[in-house]
């Protein structure tokens, strides 16, 4: 069975970098699939913020583009998250995954 | 990018009814490959989403029959043959032919 888990910081300051973590078991991202982190923003508004390929091309939303960065480490089959230059407006529960695998959801509030 | 409308945003049915939940494109979702990439998930309150449907009509592993999609080009349904308790929740159309990927806006289904 194909899991995932998110882990970071729940708390960033303004003009900081959010850093996630994906953890996944059960499947090697190197096999198959686009892993991607997607947000939910407080309301129902979700955002799709883009993709590591399972061959390590990316893949970003342009309305983050000049901020965002994911990238991987296969030997400990996870990938992660950089997000530069954060304001409040990017408070939001992050996921990894794919659209069939989700990990359960981190909570990111961007606050001084 | 694409936006995908949701009707209606709300939701009141009473268990063992049929619902059915629109979704509409600005821009045919047929990719060149034959593929629509359209897909449906549901949020059930505090849990990830879930994938229910994929590629227009394709039931995900797993998923109740009750659950059925259809269309086509810019024009999407998923109907919800006899709700249950456990189907509560918010429901997303999301888009993966054009880049970015893009979310409907969400339709919460509720208990009348």
């Known amino acids: 069975e194909i899991q995932l888990q998110e882990s970071g910081p729940g708390l960033v300051k303004p003009s900081q970098s959010l850093s996630l973590t994906c953890s996944v078991t059960?499947?090697?991202?190197?096999?198959?699939?686009?892993w991607s982190w997607i947000r939910k923003f407080p309301g129902n508004k979700m955002e799709w913020m883009g993709y590591i390929s399972n061959s390590g091309s990316t893949n970003y939303n342009p309305s983050l583009k000049i901020r965002i960065s994911i990238t991987r480490d296969t030997s400990k089959n996870q990938f992660f998250l950089q997000l530069n230059s954060v304001t409040t407006e990017d408070t939001a529960t992050y996921y990894c995954?794919?659209?069939?695998?989700w990990g359960q959801g981190t909570l990111v509030t961007v606050s001084s | 990018d694409v936006v995908l409308t949701q009707t209606p945003p709300t939701l009141s049915a009473t268990i063992g009814q049929s619902v059915s939940i629109s979704c509409r494109s600005s821009?045919?979702?047929?990719?060149?490959?034959?593929?629509?990439?359209l897909h449906w998930l549901l949020q059930r309150p505090g849990q990830s989403p879930q994938l229910l449907i994929y590629?227009?009509?394709r039931l995900e592993s797993g998923v109740p029959n009750r659950f059925s999609g259809s269309g086509s080009g810019t024009d999407f349904t998923l109907k919800i043959s006899g709700v249950e308790a456990e189907d509560l929740g918010v429901y997303y159309c999301?888009?993966?032919?054009?880049?970015?990927?893009?979310f409907g806006g969400g339709t919460k289904l509720e208990l009348k």
């Open positions: 059960g499947y090697t991202i190197t096999s198959g699939y686009d």
């Open positions: 999301v888009q993966g032919t054009h880049a970015p990927w893009t």
């Open positions: 590629l227009v009509s």
């Open positions: 821009q045919s979702l047929l990719h060149s490959n034959g593929n629509t990439y």
């Open positions: 995954g794919t659209f069939a695998y």
